[in-house]
């Protein structure tokens, strides 16, 4: 299986700050990648697909980058309504799908 | 607007079964592929099971789950369901019904479709104790 790796895991950050989240695939999955947010006790939802695509109704301080193995989310100023933690996932139907970690954007 | 709806999940015996459900609106449910993804408390997502739209049904595992867990749905109901038999202490988790979102690529020679989870249920509680 392809392994999906974030980084940072937990990330402290003010009201206007840009944050920028990494995510790393043991091996190539091409553009097939996927940007989720998920909040306390909520499900988690799609806000990026095909590695830069946004999600419609998604705000545009959100943006994705990169193919291959290295995949980029980043938050262009960020708000408080996106504190929560995101997820990468992969989704080349070569190997099972698999999600990251995820990252916590925290208030700093 | 896309609604998915999960039965109520509850609290199960090692060992024990449980079958959940997922009830969909608002789009053509039966030419979408769906999948169940499950988070264990405090953890992160796992995906856990998917079955494809149209005729073929083709169903796929985890291999966490494989042999114990088996996926079907029943398209007059706009249902998905998710037989979970043997459960361990492991399986304790919220499940998400997904509905999947796919494009074709047929670039490598080999034509696949690419499915993500576009739109999610609001999950249900699976706990697995004696």
């Known amino acids: 299986d392809i392994q999906m790796t974030q980084s940072p895991s937990t990330v402290s950050a003010s009201v206007g700050d840009r944050v920028t989240i990494t995510c790393r695939a043991s091996?190539?999955?091409?553009?097939?990648l996927a940007w989720y947010q998920q909040k306390p006790g909520m499900a988690p939802r799609v806000l990026i697909y095909?590695?830069?695509t946004l999600e419609s109704g998604v705000p545009s301080r959100f943006s994705g980058s990169g193919s291959g193995t290295e995949f980029a989310l980043t938050i262009s100023s960020l708000q408080p309504d996106d504190f929560a933690t995101y997820y990468c996932?992969?989704?080349?139907?070569?190997?099972?799908?698999?999600f990251g970690q995820g990252t916590k954007v925290e208030i700093k | 607007e896309v609604q998915l709806l999960e039965s109520w999940g509850g609290l199960v015996q090692p060992g024990g079964s449980l079958r959940l459900s997922c009830a969909a609106s608002?789009?053509?449910?039966?030419?979408?592929?769906m999948s169940w993804v499950r988070q264990a408390p405090g953890k992160g997502l796992e995906w856990v099971s998917s079955i494809s739209g149209g005729l073929t049904r083709t169903t796929k595992h985890a291999d966490s789950v494989k042999g114990r867990i088996t996926i079907s749905r029943d398209n007059s109901k706009n249902t998905v369901y998710l037989q979970m038999n043997s459960l361990r202490a492991e399986d304790t988790a919220i499940y998400y019904c997904?509905?999947?979102?796919?494009?074709?690529?047929?670039?490598?020679?080999?034509?696949?479709?690419?499915?993500?989870?576009?739109?999610w249920g609001q999950g249900t509680l699976v706990s697995v104790s004696s």
């Open positions: 095909k590695a830069s």
């Open positions: 997904a509905a999947l979102e796919g494009e074709g690529d047929c670039s490598t020679g080999t034509c696949y479709v690419h499915e993500f989870f576009r739109h």
């Open positions: 996932q992969h989704y080349d139907s070569s190997s099972p799908w698999t």
């Open positions: 608002g789009f053509a449910f039966s030419i979408y592929g």
């Open positions: 091996q190539s999955v091409g553009r097939w």
